[in-house]
């Protein structure tokens, strides 16, 4: 079954070509990991921090979809071909 443009979103390109979108194995949904410094994954400054990050992203990839990013790439077309080059 095929999907149109408009109903696959990049978040699910990644994943199928990249696998989880997260930044940090022990916040990864599908291949987790204890990082080996880490004392208390709760208390963790990074993985505090890349929760947020990792939550942002997700948001984006899975918000756009193909149909968008073709969209983006043909009005940043159109604007470039309106710049006049007057250089000799």
């Known amino acids: 079954m095929s999907l149109p443009p408009s ?10 070509l990249e696998g989880d979108l997260a930044p940090l194995q022990c916040l990864s949904e599908t291949n987790y990991a204890r990082c080996d410094e880490c004392l208390d994954e ?3 400054g990074i ?3 890349m929760v947020d990050i990792n939550t942002a992203i997700a948001q984006v990839f899975d918000n756009l979809t ?10 940043a077309s159109q604007r470039q071909s309106r710049i006049l080059d007057y250089s000799i």
């Open 66 to 75: 193909l149909a968008d990013m073709v969209e983006r790439s043909k009005l």
């Open 47 to 49: 993985r505090l921090v």
């Open 7 to 16: 109903k696959i979103s990049i978040g699910s390109i990644v994943r199928i």
């Open 42 to 44: 709760t208390t963790c």
